[in-house]
């Protein structure tokens, strides 16, 4: 079957915003820190629907700092807490946030794009750089024979490694949340493929917190505790 598009879509092009200028063909990228701060938000300003969002670390008035609070002995949760837009996934072990999936509906409701680099990451005011795709650019530990590296923490202690094992295939027996439990190595998280917009779908012990600069809001003693399954 043959479709012809071409008179439709030069009509439609007249029509529907775009992340380029129609006349220049110049994409509409945020390149000032007002832009990028109107842009690079879940309610972004109409102002800068269709724009491609790119955000310089030096736009940042505070430090980016993080404090994190995780638990040392991890404890299982009663049930798995499901990684969302707002909640963030670890730490990465250099340092870096590891951040939950990019909100895709806020992004696909106004037309906004904020590319990553090749480590998976990019800027934002609130948080600073950081990881939304384990892309092999953080440090990483050796893990026991053949297993794959250590790259970072989840925010309930657990330890994050590597997608894959040496052999580059993913280990078969991880739970929904992307983990599992290993002789020698306790329970513990493989990271999920980039394309997946998650690098870890949820947590399945109870979460600690974070604090950006002087902040004090993350008290992790008066994290809500949630009950561990009953051992069997
Ligand atoms: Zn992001
Ligand atoms: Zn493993």
Known sequence: ???????????????IPSLYDGTT????????KESCQAAARPDVDPAYQNYCVQCQLDYMHHSTERTYVLPIEPVAAEKAE????????????NGVRLDG???????????????????????NLHVGYHYHAAMGCSANVASAAGHAPIIGFAMDGYKLHARVNID?????????????????LGYHYHA???????????????????????ETDCDATKRPKRRPPPRG
Do not use: W, Y
């Open 1 to 15: 079957m043959r479709m012809v598009l071409s008179s439709k879509t030069s009509t439609l092009s007249t029509m």
């Open 25 to 32: 063909g110049k994409i509409r990228v945020t390149d000032t």
């Open 101 to 123: 999936p990019a909100p895709r509906e806020a992004i696909l409701g106004a037309h906004t794009l904020a590319p990553f680099d090749d480590c998976g990451g990019h800027i």
């Open 168 to 184: 580059g295939k993913e280990p078969t027996d991880l739970d929904q949340c992307r983990g599992h439990d290993v002789k020698g």
């Open 192 to 214: 999920n493929e980039p394309g997946k917009n998650a690098i870890l779908p949820c947590h399945t012990g109870q979460t600690g917190c974070s604090n950006i600069g002087n």
């Open 82 to 93: 499901r990684v969302t837009d707002d909640i963030e996934t670890g730490v990465a072990l």
